[in-house]
């Protein structure tokens, strides 16, 4: 129900993560154990907002992401809005090392092909390589940089954008003030690796956000924040 449809800069963007008690991000490198039946529900259902669903390589690597599933309610609900049956996923990515095999590269659907999203200094036998199993985007000169990023995104008219992570893209989101909105689900678990939800680039100062909703299901929070434009470092 949330208006999406005015985004402060070239897209709404939307972060979605999963946290335990004492902020961790993953078990193990990985989000499963930390994500409980509902929040896999509502993992979907944000899915089918998307127009495009945005992931660091990182993530992809560690996860083995695979391709956007949705139910045929959810795909019927978005062609009556307009929109493919998917969105395709973009994959962020410096070093262009990824495993082309999965299925996320392999067996994307034509209305929803897999993007790579890399830089201008990327090594270009790579590039040619992915070339070959996606649609490559440039977006910066030594790294990929979120407006640049964004700009492409929107010009080919995916305007919400939805971050799965990793903390490090995350960051680097919220500290170019491109995150709108942050879905943060809170695990009762404690224990796992020392990885924050998000992780900031160095000197970013501090971005705030405003609480729209919370939701509980059993022992897991669902909280809807909003940013606030960028406010420096505190003195």
Not at 3 to 22: I, N, Q
Not at 160 to 189: H, K, N, Y
């Amino acid at each position: 129900a949330v208006d999406r449809s005015k985004p402060r800069h070239e897209c709404w963007v939307t972060g979605h993560m999963v946290a335990g008690l004492d902020g961790t991000a993953a078990i193990n490198g990985k989000v499963g154990v930390l994500s409980s039946e509902v929040d896999q529900e509502l993992f979907r259902r944000m899915r089918q907002i998307a127009d495009v669903v945005l992931v660091g390589a990182e993530t992809v690597r560690r996860e083995g992401y695979g391709l956007v599933r949705l139910s045929e309610e959810a795909k019927a609900a978005r062609q009556r809005a307009g929109k493919p049956p998917t969105p395709p996923v973009a994959v962020v990515s410096g070093s262009l090392e990824l495993n082309w095999k999965l299925k996320l590269f392999s067996q994307a659907p034509a209305h929803a092909k897999t993007m790579i999203i890399t830089t201008e200094t990327a090594d270009p036998a790579k590039v040619t390589e992915a070339k070959r199993h996606t649609d490559v985007i440039t977006a910066g000169t030594d790294w990929v940089e979120p407006a640049a990023a964004l700009q492409a995104l929107a010009d080919r008219g995916h305007r919400v954008v939805l971050c799965e992570g990793g903390p490090m893209l995350l960051g680097e989101f919220v500290a170019a003030e491109r995150l709108d909105e942050l879905c943060l689900t809170i695990s009762p678990i404690m224990g796992g690796d020392n990885l924050p939800v998000g992780v900031m680039p160095e000197d970013s100062g501090v971005t705030s956000f405003e609480l729209k909703s919370v939701l509980a299901e059993a022992d897991t929070l669902f909280l809807r924040y909003e940013s606030h434009p960028h406010e420096g470092t505190p003195q």
